[in-house]
């Protein structure tokens, strides 16, 4: 099966460990993936190496037929606003010294999608998709919930409008009882704007509640792959 995202064979090796063996998946345009496994199984590498922030051993990486494992950086950089990540700490991935107003534009302006005429109008748009009231741009991340703070983090991926999301253990760090309505509105995103995504997690529950397809990660191998409802 083709996607929007290929993995082949992806093989990394950190000194005498080997990380990944030979993981291979596809995401297509419109569809939700999971990668489920242990903690230290390689999950994280895996979305690193789907980003193209590390150069595999060997194997490849291809996002809409470009081959990432073969570009340098500076021809990477303008293919990386169509791919984006959502981390798995909602305040740590924010700058505590800077409004979520002034983060939102930070990537629109960064791929050269910033204008003065629009760009508040942007930013306001980014925060209520994710169900937050535009007057929030005003506040520190510190003012914010954690569950709040992960929204802003998922307005900021969509931004530049990617074809392709990567998500490292978003929920994992927030309170069960927001838990439900960042996923909630994950699909609800991903079924409105048809984006491909890559949904990692140490949760089987989550993945199986929030994906179309479910790959499981052992040890640095997918040791099985299944639809959501066989996971």
């Known amino acids: 099966m083709s996607g929007l995202l290929e993995v082949r064979g992806l093989v990394v090796r950190r000194g005498a460990r080997t990380v990944l063996d030979g993981v291979s998946f596809t995401v297509a345009a419109g569809e939700t993936v999971g990668l489920v496994g242990p903690s230290g199984c390689g999950k994280s590498t895996t979305a690193a190496a789907?980003?193209?922030?590390?150069?595999?051993?060997?194997g490849s990486v291809r996002f809409d037929g470009v081959e990432l494992t073969a570009l340098r950086e500076r021809e990477v950089r303008p293919l990386r606003r169509r791919?984006?990540?959502?981390?798995?700490?909602?305040?740590?991935?924010?700058?505590?010294r800077r409004r979520i107003r002034e983060q939102l534009a930070e990537p629109l302006r960064l791929h050269?999608?910033?204008s003065?005429?629009?760009?508040?109008?942007?930013?306001?748009?980014?925060l209520g998709r994710v169900g937050l009231d535009p007057a929030l741009g005003g506040r520190l991340p510190g003012e914010l919930s954690g569950g709040q703070c992960q929204?802003?983090?998922?307005?900021?991926?969509?931004?530049?409008?990617?074809?392709?999301?990567?998500?490292?253990e978003p929920t994992s760090a927030l309170d069960p009882s927001v838990r439900a309505g960042v996923l909630n509105l994950l699909m609800d995103l991903q079924d409105a704007?048809?984006?491909?995504m890559l949904f990692i997690s140490h949760d089987t529950a989550t993945v199986r509640h929030v994906c179309h397809r479910v790959l499981t990660l052992r040890e640095g191998r997918l040791d099985a792959e299944g639809l959501r409802d066989e996971a």
Do not use: K, N, Y
């Open 151 to 168: 929204r802003v983090g998922i307005a900021r991926a969509l931004a530049t409008r990617p074809e392709l999301v990567v998500l490292d």
């Open 193 to 196: 704007l048809g984006i491909g």
């Open 112 to 114: 050269g999608l910033w």
């Open 50 to 58: 789907a980003l193209g922030l590390l150069r595999p051993d060997a």
């Open 83 to 96: 791919f984006q990540p959502v981390f798995q700490d909602p305040h740590g991935a924010l700058s505590p």
């Open 116 to 126: 003065a005429s629009d760009g508040p109008a942007r930013v306001a748009e980014l």
